[in-house]
């Protein structure tokens, strides 16, 4: 995809962020308490769970690369499940731990979409550092609620900085 359509697909996607019913700090939305499932099974380490609330085909937005030495442009959209396997296979055997703390921030729902705002902020203890590596940073989570089976993300954008842990 061209880097222009890359752009107007991704104002498509975070312009859906701005509309339908407003139900702000309202946590108890189901789309909402799948965001914070989400985030929750991360930190434990139940990858199972996680993957379970991705929807077939969802899609990781990339802004920027995440890691020094990763390209400086990175195509727009990963394979959400792809891109979760990789990483938790590299963060967890190098980690003491790995925390995601959300608080939600914003909901919008209309029927079967939703759109989830949280402030997050991440701690990774790495085996080879004393002091943790602390990011925080905002993330929108685009959810569906397909012949209601649950909501499930179907698409993440993220301002996370770029961190210090260099990729080769």
């Not at 930190?43 to 390209?71: R, S, Y």
């Not at 003491?96 to 909901?107: A, F, K, M, P, T």
């Amino acid at each position: 995809m061209q880097r222009p359509m890359q752009t107007v697909l991704t104002a498509l996607i975070l312009s859906l962020a701005f509309t339908g019913p407003t139900l702000a700090d309202d946590t108890t939305h189901p789309a909402a308490q799948a965001v914070v499932a989400f985030n929750h099974a991360v930190t434990t380490q139940d990858m199972d769970t996680a993957l379970a609330l991705l929807a077939d085909g969802g899609v990781q937005f990339h802004l920027h690369p995440a890691h020094p030495g990763m390209p400086e442009d990175p195509p727009l959209t990963e394979d959400m499940a792809t891109m979760w396997k990789t990483v938790s296979a590299i963060l967890f055997p190098t980690t003491d731990g790995y925390e995601r703390n959300i608080e939600i921030v914003d909901v919008h729902a209309d029927g079967e979409l939703a759109v989830v705002w949280t402030r997050t902020k991440t701690v990774t203890q790495r085996k080879d550092k004393a002091e943790p590596m602390v990011l925080d940073f905002s993330e929108m989570y685009f959810l569906v609620n397909k012949n209601d089976t649950g909501w499930r993300i179907a698409g993440t954008a993220t301002n996370r900085p770029v961190d210090e842990i260099p990729v080769g």
